[in-house]
């Protein structure tokens, strides 16, 4: 076990009776409940395993180097994806957006990727999978928009908030190209010092693609002629491509 991951222990030990007041009005709390080494491809990491109280899902993060009272440690917060993160589904960029957060906190000393396991936004697989079939269809993106839509941001960045916090960093540095996360997480009382544009290195595959994302946010037509959503609520910007404002969904 690397001295890192030893210090994580320490914390699942620290948390073990931990109990808050919770953040936010659903008084959100979460424990530290496991820590282990995770080499990756993108470098050493350690994988850390979250309780929470309230959606009974396993979020993690993936934490580079020692972040204790650390000051700007660059952050990612990710939603889960498995249709793009693990399948290499190209209705999304997901893969992508979170493979360049790893790749650019593993060649760092200090950083966290937040991995929420909030599919689709937060309304699930099976209703991912339905949005995508209306999608197919061509001619419902309302509904296909309405399903999702539903998303409750507001305890989504209580728990990310609460597991920052838990992680004893003193200020981060959050990778994202939406000035809206950087408020929600500041007002969860975690100081952001700063945000770094997540620019995303396009592939042969994949450059028309991130272009086409880049240069119409929010709702966007593939190749094929299709209606995407962004799943990760963040928009797109690509290497070599000027940063835009995006535009009100
Ligand atoms: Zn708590
Ligand atoms: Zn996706």
């Known amino acids: 076990m690397t001295s890192v991951t030893a210090g994580l222990q320490h914390l699942v030990e620290r948390d073990r009776d931990h109990e808050c007041e919770g ?7 979460v424990r530290l409940v496991g820590a282990a080494d995770l080499p990756t491809r993108f470098g050493e990491f350690s994988i850390v395993a979250f309780w929470n109280n309230r959606d009974a899902k396993e979020h993690v993060a993936i934490v ?15 939603s889960e994806c498995l249709t793009g993160d693990a399948l290499g589904s190209l209705r999304c ?4 957006q979170l493979e360049a957060a790893l790749r650019r906190i593993g060649e760092l000393p200090q950083g966290i990727v937040l991995y929420m396991r909030q599919e689709g ?10 949005a995508y079939a209306l999608q197919d269809r061509g001619l419902d993106t309302v509904e296909a928009n309405l399903a999702l839509g539903f998303r409750d941001d507001e305890r989504d960045y209580a728990i990310a908030a609460h ?10 540095r959050l990778m994202t190209n939406n000035p809206q996360k950087v408020e929600q ?16 290195p396009p592939n042969p595959h ?9 240069n119409r946010s929010g709702h966007f037509i593939d ?7 962004a799943e990760q609520g963040d928009w797109v910007r690509v290497e070599g491509m000027p940063e835009r404002i995006p535009e009100e969904e």
């Open 64 to 78: 580079r180097g020692d972040v204790r009272d650390r000051e700007q440690v660059p952050c990612r917060v990710h």
């Open 93 to 96: 960029d997901c893969r992508d």
């Open 206 to 214: 994949n450059l028309f693609y991130l272009q086409t994302k880049a």
């Open 185 to 200: 997480l500041q007002q969860y009382g975690i100081e952001v010092d700063g945000r770094d544009p997540h620019i995303l």
């Open 163 to 172: 597991m920052i916090h838990s992680l004893g960093v003193k200020s981060i």
């Open 121 to 130: 936004r937060g309304i699930g697989l099976i209703n991912k999978v339905r």
């Open 223 to 229: 190749f094929a002629g299709k209606p995407h959503l």
């Open 23 to 29: 953040y936010g009005p659903n008084h959100l709390c």
